[in-house]
């Protein structure tokens, strides 16, 4: 099994579409998780970092479910630009992120 | 600031050429990272620096020489790369990671690098 899975896509959208992402990962003992997306040849960004209460960020809303295992990327009202590969990123041990292969979203006029 | 900026862009070398990549930060991280990324994979974790010194290197091959000569730069130096070597370098930093959890990377623009 692998230590982050993410569903590759592509999720292909109409602008304004309310689209959301989940990722399991298989240590239990993870600490700390987060969303980065990523453009075409570009570097990964912080989208943003998903605590046990859940986290909301304008458009974005992120949840973490550690009794399941899994966490949630929710992207309301779509936008063209959000189009990007969303990753699901985990800490393994202090310092050591472990990436998901990355959801792509591609939102469509 | 979170910037995080690396030299060159782009680099084409040989198989028998010396480069170097270059990374820079001035967000007072303590912690540095080398990734490398192929096209459609995720980052690969290289190598992690905690307080300027060599804290993980993931079985890294030794063409690949990573320094920290200070709290703001990261160098990686490469010598006798073989074509399979062609990829985004990424540079990231963080604060340096406590027990309980990572801390969030920011990461540089990159470095293309073809190997001919």
């Known amino acids: 099994r692998k230590e982050v899975e993410q569903d590759p896509g592509p999720f292909n959208v109409p602008e304004g579409a309310t689209v959301a992402f989940n990722c399991t990962y298989s240590?239990?003992?993870?600490?700390?998780f987060f969303w980065y997306r990523q453009d075409c040849r570009k570097e990964p960004k912080l989208l943003m970092s998903?605590?046990?209460s859940g986290n909301e960020d304008g458009r974005f809303t992120a949840q973490l479910n550690r009794a399941s295992q899994y966490i949630s990327l929710l992207i309301r009202d779509s936008k063209l630009s959000d189009s990007a590969t969303y990753l699901c990123?985990?800490?393994?041990?202090?310092?050591?992120?472990?990436f998901g292969t990355g959801t792509r979203l591609q939102v469509t006029l | 600031d979170t910037e995080v900026t690396q030299t060159p862009k782009h680099l084409v070398m040989g198989m028998t050429n010396k480069k170097s990549l270059k990374c820079e930060q001035h967000?007072?991280?303590?912690?540095m990272y080398w990734y490398k990324q192929k096209a459609k994979k995720p980052p690969e974790l290289m190598f992690v620096?905690?307080?300027?010194?060599?804290?993980i290197n993931e079985s890294v091959p030794s063409r690949f020489s990573p320094e920290c000569p200070n709290s703001s730069l990261l160098n990686l130096h490469l010598h006798a790369l073989q074509p399979e070597d062609s990829a985004l370098y990424l540079c990231?930093?963080?604060?340096?990671?406590?027990?309980?959890?990572?801390?969030?990377?920011?990461f540089g623009p990159g470095t293309r690098l073809t190997v001919t």
């Open positions: 240590n239990s003992a993870s600490q700390s």
């Open positions: 620096y905690s307080y300027e010194k060599l804290s």
């Open positions: 998903v605590y046990s």
């Open positions: 990123v985990v800490s393994g041990t202090a310092s050591k992120l472990t």
């Open positions: 990231a930093s963080s604060q340096v990671s406590a027990a309980e959890g990572a801390y969030e990377q920011y």
């Open positions: 967000m007072g991280h303590r912690a």
